[in-house]
């Protein structure tokens, strides 16, 4: 009888830091993004996501985000002979949408901290205008394209109360293939989870 007892007592105890970390139905998440694009660009932007949690662990997890982002690169020919200076010069501005998909995982044995990995899969929409301009000639240029693109990583939470947690850090390796190579990029994704 005291054995029983003491099971019981010993298994409630247990289960009670599990039973505190209940996974709640959906989580919403907003916040600030950072790409660095492989060859070394960097832009700015969004990123969103809507996690439904099948269970305490497994969820499935939409992920959208934005990226923004504008170069300027400037040539001056001069040549002792001629009295004028010829500039040459490109503006650049990208804009990268993409849009994934897939299984996420989240430790919940803490109360206050969650852990969480996901492989997303979709599509990314990127989007160039260029403006070239050469002394007094200007030229304007715009390309866009869809590629298959692939994000693995995860990030961690941190519970502020029952309904909104901070995400510390969300960090993706992420993989386009715009025309005939693949891009390795690298996503930085900070914000507000909502339960």
Known sequence: MRLSI??????????????????????????????????????????????????????????????????????????????????????????????????QYSYRKHEKITPFAHALFGASHLNTKATLSFGNITREISAADVAFTAAFGGGLDLKLNKNVSLRMIQADYVLTRFGSSTQSNARLSVGIVLH
């Not at 990226?67 to 500039?87: E, K, M, N, V, W």
């Open 6 to 103: 003491f099971t019981a007592v010993l298994l409630s105890t247990l289960c009670m830091p599990v039973m505190a970390q209940e996974a709640p139905d959906a989580e919403v998440f907003g916040g600030y993004s950072f790409l660095k694009a492989d060859g070394g660009g960097g832009l700015h932007g969004w990123n969103a996501s809507v996690a439904i949690n099948l269970s305490k662990s497994f969820g499935f997890v939409a992920d959208f985000s934005g990226h923004y982002g504008s170069q300027s690169l400037r040539a001056d020919f001069s040549d002792p002979d001629f009295p004028a200076t010829i500039i040459a010069r490109a503006d650049a501005d990208s804009k990268l949408h993409m849009i994934l998909g897939g299984p």
